[in-house]
């Protein structure tokens, strides 16, 4: 079955960075473009950085463009996201999924939580 293990949260101040990393399971990784999403309490789950299988193309909400950038391991069936220059209302929980997963319809991990304080 289809699991997400996302890691790499924590609390930072702004202007600060992380790195978020997911490790995916139970489905072919190197085929399906990936993306990571996050979510607010009382919001729904946005995506904000996609890439195409084997890493062919990349895009960002308006967000967090010029700041984040997600790139995949297909090695290791990793999908990462480079978080630098944060600012508080970064402050989520990450999630990482397949491009078109919905929430309610596809697997989802239990995410990891970004804190920036400002």
């Known amino acids: 079955q289809v699991q997400l293990a996302e890691s790499g949260g924590g609390v930072v101040q702004a202007g600060g960075s992380l790195r978020l990393s997911c490790v995916a399971s139970?489905?072919?990784?190197?085929?399906?473009?990936m993306a990571w999403f996050r979510q607010v309490p009382g919001k729904e789950r946005e995506r904000v950085a996609t890439?195409?299988?084997?890493?062919?193309?990349?895009s960002y909400s308006d967000a967090v463009k010029g700041r984040f950038i997600i790139s995949r391991d297909d090695t290791k069936s990793t999908v990462y996201l480079q978080m630098n220059n944060l600012k508080p209302e970064d402050t989520a929980v990450y999630y990482c999924?397949?491009?078109?997963?919905?929430?309610?319809?596809?697997?989802w991990g239990q995410g990891t939580q970004v804190t920036v304080s400002s």
């Open positions: 890439l195409t299988a084997r890493g062919g193309g990349r």
């Open positions: 999924n397949r491009l078109n997963a919905q929430v309610g319809r596809n697997p």
């Open positions: 139970g489905f072919a990784f190197s085929s399906n473009a």
